[in-house]
């Protein structure tokens, strides 16, 4: 499992193209993603963690008015969100040593957190705090349980990890965020499981 975890980035950055023409444009994340931005002060930056190519997370919430620093460990990911939002910005770097040195009005790991094994994104969450202003809102998505399962993307093994939520709410806790929203295997959001925190 491991050796499947490390090659994440090598995955993307072979499949950007694929992956993101898979992802297309429809925000079938909607609810959460308004319900995110609604906590998000008005005209706040927001920092996506895993932005993919910025399609159609980041643009949503650029046009709501925040500015958005998209970051991915995929050079060619990057590129895709630079030529889909050139007026936002965007670098390459691998959230587990993330480290910009601003904080941002809102954090969003949307289905890129979840790829990292449980050690890494126990490591995570002090990474969260360091980037928060006060009251930011932390959206995520994890497993309803701890484990480590296989995706597919192109056919080859894609690796997702989970702790247990009450080890989640510890480290938000720990963190200094408070629990706003969870719902594990929403229905309404294609079986994901869903975290939405808020710093003190």
């Not at 895709?80 to 587990?96: K, S």
């Not at 094994?117 to 360091?130: E, K, S, Y």
Request: aromatic letters at 8%; one cysteine or more.
């Amino acid at each position: 499992m491991i050796d499947v975890a490390a090659r994440i980035i090598d995955l993307y950055r072979r499949h950007a193209g694929a992956w993101t023409t898979a992802r297309g444009t429809v925000l079938s994340e909607r609810a959460w993603i308004e319900r995110f931005a609604n906590m998000v002060r008005r005209g706040a930056a927001v920092l996506d963690i895993g932005c993919g190519s910025g399609e159609p997370i980041a643009r949503f919430l650029a046009a709501r008015g925040h500015p958005v620093t998209g970051v991915d460990g995929s050079p060619e990911m990057i590129a895709l969100f630079r030529a889909n939002l050139p007026g936002e910005t965007a670098d390459v770097a691998d959230m587990r040593s993330l480290k910009l040195d601003r904080r941002f009005g809102g954090l969003i790991a949307w289905d890129s957190f979840f790829h990292l094994a449980p050690h890494d994104q126990r490591m995570m969450f002090p990474i969260f705090r360091d980037h928060a202003e006060p009251e930011a809102p932390l959206l995520f998505t994890s497993g309803p349980a701890f484990g480590e399962a296989i995706g597919t993307l192109e056919g080859e093994p894609l690796y997702h990890a989970s702790l247990d939520p009450d080890e989640y709410r510890l480290l938000l806790d720990r963190n200094g965020f408070d629990v706003v929203a969870h719902v594990a295997e929403d229905p309404d959001c294609g079986g994901r499981t869903v975290w939405l925190a808020r710093q003190r």
